[in-house]
């Protein structure tokens, strides 16, 4: 490690505050990208006093599955308002406000390289945790406070540009979703029209857990779709190169998700489309997903927009097999009917949501432009002066 570099330990501090008062309301978990969500956990019955509290600039962590996840979950509120996190998560704070910023602080954690030396500190267990001792031996370069003041403004020039951009994006799915009802709902004359007739679904690759990481081949599963996104690039994983020819997918294709990940991510039978960006990469959905054959005149991104109508989600809601995991059929989604003009009519709405749709591509490209400068930015911290 270089000689620069200082302790972790030695600038934070347990924190060890319980809700005993029930001071906080909202249970929250992290998730992959190191933000706090919505927990999923069931706390019906739970007494509640005994989970931890966060506050604002104050940091959770869960340092059991490091070894098997090959990331350590971890993240630090920015709310002004506590919430409870499990008591199994660690919740500490900077010890040393006036030496090292929790932006700066957060941005080291987000480093991929971050993730790699906390799985190397790991233990032998089988799910490789990460003792606190380990953790606290950690190292990272604490320049001076302005430096990281300056880099920290630098982080967020970049982090509002995307935010910025993806609630324009959020915008204009809006627009182009109302666009295709009011078209619909303009026309009298309408038919009945069943999805399978226009499209047919195909299964995905049943990957083994063992050839994750071991090719450049990208492995696209339920992570990659969202209720509120298009297509989450977040969800894909690094895959061996030696899979089945049938199940590779490619740009502007639709995606399904075909089971529910919980009641609090409700994205079971949801389609996502995959972006124009990823055209350079080779692309497989594994078994928790569907793929879209098109098989009318329609373009994807017409079938697209009726597989995100609130009628289609009813459908799935009605048609979800399965208790603790709800899953759809191929054939429920096939059968999903619905009234509108003719197919020529609705192949004539395409060229009104053309131009709105593809800036959404647009955005969505700049945005992962801007994600690789955060990256960048994030592994020059290595080499940070002091």
């Given at each position: 490690?270089?000689?620069?570099?200082?302790?972790?330990?030695?600038?934070?501090?347990?924190?060890?505050?319980?809700?005993?008062?029930?001071?906080?309301?909202?249970?929250?978990?992290?998730?992959?990208?190191?933000?706090?969500?919505?927990?999923?956990?069931?706390?019906?019955g739970t007494d509640l006093s005994?989970?931890?509290?966060?506050?604002?600039?104050?940091?959770?962590?869960?340092?059991?599955?490091?070894?098997?996840?090959?990331?350590?979950?971890?993240?630090?509120?920015?709310?002004?308002?506590?919430?409870?996190?499990?008591?199994?998560?660690?919740?500490?704070?900077?010890?040393k406000p006036t030496e090292l910023?929790?932006?700066?602080?957060?941005?080291?954690?987000?480093?991929?390289?971050?993730?790699?030396?906390?799985?190397?500190?790991?233990?032998?267990?089988?799910?490789?945790?990460?003792?606190?001792?380990?953790?606290?031996?950690?190292?990272?370069?604490?320049?001076?406070?302005?430096?990281?003041?300056?880099?920290?403004?630098?982080?967020?020039?970049?982090?509002?540009?995307?935010?910025?951009?993806?609630?324009?994006?959020?915008?204009?799915?809006?627009?182009?979703?109302?666009?295709?009802?009011?078209?619909?709902?303009?026309?009298?004359?309408?038919?009945?029209?069943?999805?399978?007739?226009?499209?047919?679904?195909?299964?995905?690759?049943?990957?083994?857990?063992?050839?994750?990481?071991?090719?450049?081949?990208?492995?696209?599963?339920?992570?990659?779709?969202?209720?509120?996104?298009?297509?989450?690039?977040?969800g894909m994983r690094l895959y061996?190169?030696?899979?089945?020819?049938?199940?590779?997918?490619?740009?502007?294709?639709?995606?399904?998700?075909?089971?529910?990940?919980?009641?609090?991510?409700?994205?079971?039978?949801?389609?996502?489309?995959?972006?124009?960006?990823?055209?350079?990469?080779?692309?497989?959905?594994?078994?928790?997903?569907?793929?879209?054959?098109?098989?009318?005149?329609?373009?994807?991104?017409?079938?697209?927009?009726?597989?995100?109508?609130?009628?289609?989600?009813?459908?799935?809601?009605?048609?979800?097999?399965?208790?603790?995991?709800?899953?759809?059929?191929?054939?429920?989604?096939?059968?999903?009917?619905?009234?509108?003009?003719?197919?020529?009519?609705?192949?004539?709405?395409?060229?009104?949501?053309?131009?709105?749709?593809?800036?959404?591509?647009?955005?969505?490209?700049?945005?992962?432009?801007?994600?690789?400068?955060?990256?960048?930015?994030?592994?020059?911290?290595?080499?940070?002066?002091?």
């Amino acid at each position: 490690m270089k000689s620069n570099y200082r302790r972790l330990g030695d600038y934070i501090e347990p924190v060890k505050v319980r809700n005993s008062d029930l001071k906080a309301k909202d249970l929250l978990g992290i998730n992959i990208n190191k933000h706090f969500m919505p927990s999923v956990a069931n706390i019906v019955g739970t007494d509640l006093s005994n989970y931890k509290l966060v506050e604002k600039n104050q940091f959770a962590c869960n340092r059991m599955h490091v070894g098997r996840d090959y990331r350590i979950p971890i993240a630090v509120s920015e709310s002004d308002e506590p919430f409870m996190v499990s008591p199994a998560y660690d919740v500490f704070e900077i010890k040393k406000p006036t030496e090292l910023l929790p932006e700066y602080l957060m941005m080291w954690f987000e480093r991929s390289e971050f993730d790699r030396n906390a799985w190397f500190y790991t233990d032998a267990d089988v799910r490789g945790g990460l003792a606190w001792q380990a953790f606290e031996d950690m190292q990272l370069p604490v320049p001076p406070i302005d430096k990281q003041r300056e880099i920290v403004k630098e982080y967020n020039t970049i982090q509002n540009r995307i935010a910025l951009n993806q609630q324009l994006i959020q915008k204009l799915e809006e627009t182009a979703q109302a666009i295709y009802n009011t078209y619909l709902n303009n026309e009298d004359d309408k038919e009945s029209h069943r999805l399978g007739d226009l499209m047919e679904i195909k299964g995905g690759f049943s990957y083994n857990s063992v050839d994750l990481g071991k090719g450049s081949t990208y492995l696209l599963g339920m992570g990659c779709v969202s209720f509120s996104d298009r297509f989450v690039e977040e969800g894909m994983r690094l895959y061996s190169d030696n899979i089945p020819e049938q199940h590779i997918v490619k740009p502007k294709e639709i995606i399904i998700a075909t089971r529910q990940q919980s009641e609090n991510m409700p994205i079971l039978g949801c389609p996502a489309m995959i972006p124009p960006n990823l055209d350079n990469k080779k692309l497989v959905i594994a078994s928790n997903l569907y793929r879209v054959v098109n098989k009318s005149k329609l373009s994807n991104e017409i079938l697209y927009q009726i597989m995100k109508s609130p009628n289609y989600q009813e459908h799935i809601k009605l048609h979800t097999k399965g208790t603790t995991v709800g899953m759809i059929t191929k054939d429920a989604i096939e059968d999903y009917t619905f009234e509108a003009p003719s197919i020529e009519y609705l192949y004539s709405v395409e060229s009104n949501i053309t131009k709105i749709v593809d800036n959404v591509f647009f955005k969505r490209t700049e945005n992962h432009k801007l994600t690789e400068m955060k990256g960048l930015l994030l592994s020059r911290l290595a080499g940070v002066e002091l």
